[in-house]
C-alpha cells in the first residue's frame, strides 16, 4: 500500500491543494509542487512528487527523524532535508487529532544514497 492509500484509509481530512495551510506552507507547495495531505495522525507531504514515474521508493530511501519540537512543520523541515536529495515522502507524525507533532517524522528519499548522505549529516 502506497503512503497515499494508506492515508486515505486512515480519512483524509486536508485541502491538498494547501489553501488551508499557512502562508509559509502554502509558499513550499507553490515552490515544490508537492501537496500535503492531513490525517488524524500524521502530515503527509508529496508521496510520490510531481511527475514521478516510477516505483515507489525501497525501506532503504527511509529515515527516521527524531527530537523535533512539536510545533516544527515542513516548511522548515523540507528545505533541510532536500538539500541532500529528492524527497519522494515526509510523515510528520502528529497527536491525534491536535496540530502538535510527536517529535517525530519519516522522510523517503527517491535513492538509497541520498538516506545514506542524510543519516551521515
Keep these: 500500500m502506497t503512503d497515499k ?11 491538498q491543494d494547501g489553501s488551508s495551510h499557512p502562508p509559509e506552507i502554502q509558499e513550499l507547495l507553490k515552490r515544490t509542487g508537492y501537496k500535503i495531505d492531513v490525517t488524524s495522525s500524521c502530515r ?8 514521478f514515474t516510477g516505483e515507489e521508493p525501497s525501506e532503504e530511501c527511509q529515515v527516521f527523524i527524531g527530537r523535533l ?3 516544527l512543520k515542513e516548511d522548515v523541515i523540507v528545505p533541510v532535508f532536500e538539500k541532500i536529495g529528492q524527497i519522494y515522502v515526509l510523515r510528520l507524525i502528529m497527536e491525534h487529532k491536535s496540530d502538535a ?4 517524522a519519516f522522510l ?3 535513492i538509497p544514497a541520498d538516506a ?4 551521515k549529516e
Design 69 to 71: 519540537p512539536q510545533n
Design 5 to 15: 492509500e494508506a492515508a486515505i484509509e486512515e480519512g483524509s481530512n486536508g485541502n
Design 44 to 51: 503527509i507531504y508529496g508521496g510520490p512528487p510531481p511527475n
Design 108 to 110: 523517503r528519499y527517491l
Design 101 to 104: 507533532s510527536r517529535g517525530y
Design 116 to 119: 545514506e548522505s542524510a543519516i
